[in-house]
């Protein structure tokens, strides 16, 4: 949140300093470590004060103003939300409002749920929508409202439009949560601010709500089951939403006029990538829509197949690899999501690939003709291995070859690492991915990140958190030896990972579990994953609460810069044939995976003396 006021003290302050977007953009700038775009000052200076002056016209003076609300465990915003004292029933009353200054928005395509204003180049979300998404969101992630979701209200007001002018949004269904006025009709929003709020403070609703616990997020695996056989269970806000959207409106244009188009989604880590593909799995597969969903990661497709076709064989059925669609018939499916998408290879050939189907054909393209709406979701800076080639243009120029439309959706939001874009940003710096270069830690009350002198102190740290009831696990740069063959003599599994006195196994390699220890691809989720030591194979797409991350001595810090040693990696797939480029990106990719995991928190060691130098004077010790 960046200010709370009264509306009256708002409307005073705004009246006689008229410097509310100077202030809100100096909080902004402590906060988040950057200035705010043009355009969310202007709505600063604009919109906040027509907000708040219906508010004071409408005698609700003593109503609070929480401005540029986060909600809890993502960088998303609330413009406003107004916290006071409902007047039939004399509890807390909350309306959460989102502002714009549009003075028309049209249908896109005929899909309201998607508006196109002239300003932007992409479509956007209907507001009623977005606003009715930031409600059902916030129900499910704040304690305070628990017992009270009816105490909840979604409004959008469109204070410079008309009502001919956005006349074609209003086809989307309004609620208790997702409503929406215009300035022409801005004597019945003052009569609806009415009906939500008393003339009463609301000091004590704003303490209630900015003290209200935040409730742990609904974890991918812990929900795929039910997502994807029964019910939908995610809140999808804003972007997520529009490309949700964005597929549904391609497969209906499908199924209409016999039409193909590709869907690109790219976002980074946490950004709900994997969260919009069970969506879309779970409503078409209700629909009866022929789809499939497909991914280039061992790991991320048996754990949904045990995860989510757990005694339902369908279901598993739905979740295959990249390269099952080799001998596919064209437009045999009407949608085939492709998560992970970055991990897509040059082609699907293998040592195993039967010589006639050897053709070489790039698997992109395969990917595309399997189906009507082939469906990409990645993020380009997880690519890890020699090989993998999956970004947006790669795959636009695929679509291009073959003469199909290709619509990007970006997700600019993220749900990992406690919704802390501030975090996400250090993380890319520190390791020299965008420019800018290590800086301070500074924390911002969204996610914890420590250090730590030793892999003892790692363990033991994560081993308190365990049992105060959070998930931990701890992962490694891919710096030692694996042992794969574990024979029937052996009681315990190898301790590859050792670090001085220190020693532990890495995660299992293959598919069965051993010796109590889970397979590779439910490392992440299987309660036992934390006794051993897991690799970025087995960490990427997915998640848990406390992350432990090893930096092993392939990436260490010499004076005023990053070392890659390529000759520290043990990874089998890096060979002398992959350039020193491509391996300095891709080990410093791995890390920045490694490094986005925790959704509370992640604490760091490095087994490099100078690199734990370097750290302990950017991150607090542990």
């Given at each position: 949140m960046l200010f709370r006021e009264s509306a009256a003290s708002l409307a005073n302050r705004t009246h006689l300093e008229g410097r509310l977007a100077e202030l809100l953009t100096e909080n902004f700038l402590h906060k988040h470590g950057h200035r705010p775009q043009p355009s969310e000052q202007r709505s600063w200076e604009r919109s906040i004060p027509a907000l708040t002056n219906a508010l004071v016209e409408a005698g609700l003076g003593e109503v609070e103003m929480l401005l540029e609300y986060g909600l809890p465990l993502t960088s998303k915003r609330a413009d406003v939300?107004?916290?006071?004292?409902?007047?039939?029933?004399?509890?807390?009353?909350?309306?959460?409002?989102?502002?714009?200054?549009?003075?028309?928005?049209?249908?896109?395509?005929?899909?309201?749920?998607?508006?196109r204003i002239d300003a932007y180049p992409a479509p956007v979300l209907n507001p009623i929508e977005q606003v009715r998404g930031y409600c059902d969101y916030l129900v499910s992630f704040n304690g305070a409202l628990e017992q009270a979701p009816e105490s909840v209200a979604g409004v959008?007001?469109?204070?410079?439009?008309?009502?001919f002018g956005v006349a074609g949004l209003r086809a989307v269904p309004e609620d208790d949560r997702g409503r929406m006025y215009t300035g022409e009709q801005r004597g019945a929003f003052l009569k609806y601010l009415r009906s939500k709020l008393a003339p009463k403070p609301g000091a004590d609703a704003a303490d209630a709500l900015l003290q209200g616990k935040v409730r742990p997020s609904k974890q991918l695996m812990a929900v795929a089951a039910e997502e994807v056989r029964s019910r939908e269970q995610f809140v999808l806000l804003d972007?997520?939403?529009?490309?949700?959207?964005?597929?549904?409106?391609?497969?209906?244009?499908?199924?209409?006029?016999?039409?193909?188009?590709?869907?690109?989604?790219?976002?980074?880590?946490?950004?709900?990538?994997?969260?919009?593909?069970?969506?879309?799995?779970?409503?078409?597969?209700?629909?009866?829509?022929?789809?499939?969903?497909?991914?280039?990661s061992q790991s991320f497709t048996k754990?949904?197949?045990?995860?989510?076709?757990?005694?339902?064989?369908?279901?598993?059925?739905?979740?295959?690899?990249?390269?099952?669609?080799?001998?596919?018939?064209?437009?045999?499916?009407?949608?085939?999501?492709?998560?992970?998408?970055?991990?897509?290879?040059?082609?699907?050939?293998?040592?195993?690939?039967?010589?006639?189907?050897?053709?070489?054909?790039?698997?992109?393209?395969?990917?595309?003709?399997?189906?009507?709406?082939?469906?990409?979701?990645?993020?380009?800076?997880?690519v890890v291995r020699p090989g993998e080639m999956g970004t947006v243009e790669q795959i636009r120029e695929a679509a291009t070859a073959q003469g199909l439309e290709c619509t990007v959706v970006e997700l600019d939001s993220q749900f990992r690492c406690g919704g802390s874009d501030a975090y996400l940003r250090w993380v890319t710096t520190l390791l020299g991915i965008e420019d800018g270069g290590p800086t301070m830690w500074e924390p911002d009350g969204k996610v914890r990140l420590l250090t730590v002198e030793s892999p003892k102190e790692l363990e033991d740290f994560l081993t308190a958190r365990r049992a105060e009831g959070y998930g931990a696990r701890m992962s490694a740069g891919y710096c030692w030896k694996w042992t794969t063959k574990i024979t029937p003599s052996m009681t315990a599994l190898p301790a590859d990972v050792t670090i001085g006195d220190w020693a532990k196994p890495w995660n299992v390699y293959g598919d069965r579990s051993l010796l109590g220890a889970p397979p590779a691809p439910l490392w992440a989720t299987d309660p036992a994953g934390f006794d051993q030591v897991g690799c970025v194979y087995t960490a990427?797409?997915?998640?848990?609460?406390?992350?432990?991350?090893i930096m092993g001595p392939d990436l260490v810090w010499r004076t005023d810069r990053w070392v890659v040693d390529r000759t520290a990696s043990k990874d089998p797939s890096f060979t002398k044939a992959t350039p020193d480029k491509d391996i300095h990106r891709l080990i410093r990719n791995t890390y920045k995976v490694l490094l986005t995991r925790g959704m509370i928190g992640t604490i760091v060691y490095s087994t490099d003396p100078e690199t734990r130098e370097k750290l302990r004077s950017l991150i607090p010790s542990a």
């Open positions: 939300i107004l916290a006071g004292v409902h007047p039939a029933t004399g509890g807390p009353s909350y309306v959460v409002v989102e502002l714009k200054q549009w003075s028309s928005a049209h249908p896109e395509d005929g899909d309201p749920l998607r508006c959008a007001y469109l204070h410079n439009a008309t009502e972007e997520q939403r529009l490309a949700y959207e964005t597929v549904m409106s391609a497969v209906r244009e499908a199924r209409r006029s016999n039409h193909k188009q590709v869907v690109v989604v790219a976002g980074g880590p946490g950004s709900g990538k994997s969260v919009i593909a069970l969506s879309l799995l779970g409503e078409l597969y209700r629909r009866g829509v022929p789809a499939l969903h497909a991914t280039g754990t949904m197949r045990k995860v989510a076709g757990a005694r339902k064989p369908e279901v598993q059925r739905l979740f295959r690899y990249f390269n099952s669609f080799m001998e596919a018939e064209p437009n045999d499916l009407d949608v085939l999501v492709c998560d992970e998408a970055h991990r897509l290879r040059k082609t699907s050939a293998n040592r195993y690939t039967k010589a006639e189907l050897r053709t070489g054909r790039p698997q992109v393209a395969e990917l595309i003709d399997a189906a009507r709406v082939p469906v990409f979701l990645l993020d380009q800076h997880q990427q797409g997915f998640e848990y609460d406390w992350s432990g991350v």
